[in-house]
């Protein structure tokens, strides 16, 4: 076992009893935790750029913009908060209780868990670490085994910077994770693929620990007849072929008419060339795919249509191109399951309805993505269909927004968090009524 702090019963039992000292409960000690997790980004934002690009090749200026600073950022956003979010709220008391008042304030849950997917290694595992010391809690963190060099630097500067008698980082795959899974935790916040979402949820129920379950499933773009393909286009490509397509909000495929497949096929083509170059191979801008049983899994999925751009790829080195596929059927195999990778499908349909039928057909995907200039339409979308999000004219953008909820519904998950929806995740909202004695 590749912890850096003992076996996970020992690990649970040590925080737990921090927890019951109370230490963690005052705001002075979050703040602290949380300027501490500040401080271990900016001072070592370098080393974690470098563990990206080993386990990812991740560009380095993409680490910063969609792990290092988005983490930084979600603690401002926090910090400049947080003493706000924990004052007492009121509630309305009913007229038969005469001079009572009642309200509500935020408990910590105690010690919670916090499992962590590889392809935002560092964001993923931190941006519920925020949450959840905001909340008071002692945390476990457990990153990816699938990003070992990310996992060593987070095993590695997260006890220096925080209180370690409340945080423990706990290395691992699926044994020590297992064995995490039989302690007894306050609250399990799992990031990753369904199937090891419903071994999570079983595990819960036996403590009947809450959890939040952030997984993925096909997110769909459709795409109006009014818009302009070349604003479309490359808007697509870079919420598309950010970390080469291993994002869980990434659009998974386009759902259009004919006529605009035909006009965004060539935009497309174009907005990939203007992105990365006439040889992505080589862009400084474009990442790699996290292992070979990934890339092969990937490349079985290429013959699903007719190559508009893309296609090449080079297993020795992990890449694939960027991809897009056209006149793709809805039974092909890349139209099964959520590709995770660089390849963009199109679907075509007849308009408006059918796509809403396609999308209703299958599971709740976590972000639905639409490009139109039509206000009846948004509306349309918006009341007729169910997505974890729903993006207008921008994909991934809206997980950015500290103030907005993040999470899935259905297949692609259950809870949320960021900003003050973290805060309630890793809290419980207790009731408090008071009636005075004379
Ligand atoms: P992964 O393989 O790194 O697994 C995630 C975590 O589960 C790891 O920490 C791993 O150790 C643990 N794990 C794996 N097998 C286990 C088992 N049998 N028992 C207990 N724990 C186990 O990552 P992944 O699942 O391949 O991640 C990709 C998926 O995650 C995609 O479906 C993607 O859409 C989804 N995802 C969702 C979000 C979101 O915020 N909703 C973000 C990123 C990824």
Known sequence: MQSTVGQPADVVARLRATFRTGRTKPLAWRTEQLRGLRAMLTEHGQEFAAALREDLGKPEREAFRTEIDFTVREIDHTLERLEGWLRPEPAEVPEHLGS?????????????LVIAPWNYPAQLLLAPVVGALAAGNCVVAKPSEMAPATSRVVAEFLPRYLDSDAVAVVEGA????????????????????????????????EHLTPVALELGGKSPAFVDRDTDPATVAARLVSAKFLNAGQTCVAPDYVITDPGTARALEEALAKAVLEKFGADPAVSPDYGRIVNERHFDRLTGLLDSGRTVVGGEHDRANRYIAPTVLAGVSPDSP??????????????????????????????KP??????????????RLTAETSSGALGFGLPVAHLTVSDLPFGGVGESGMGRYHGRYSLETFSHRKAVLHKPLS
């Open 100 to 112: 009572a008042t009642a309200w509500t304030v935020q408990d910590p849950l105690g010690v919670v």
């Open 174 to 205: 699926i044994p020590e994770t297992t064995a995490l899974l039989e302690q007894h935790f306050d609250h399990i916040f799992y990031t990753g693929n369904g199937a090891v979402g419903r071994i999570v949820l079983r595990a819960a129920a």
């Open 334 to 363: 890349v139209m099964a399951e959520e590709i995770f990778g660089p390849l963009l499908p199109i679907v075509e349909v007849e308009g408006l309805d059918e796509a809403i039928a396609f999308i209703n057909d299958r599971p």
């Open 366 to 379: 976590l972000a639905l993505y639409a490009f139109t200039e039509s206000s009846a339409t948004r509306d």
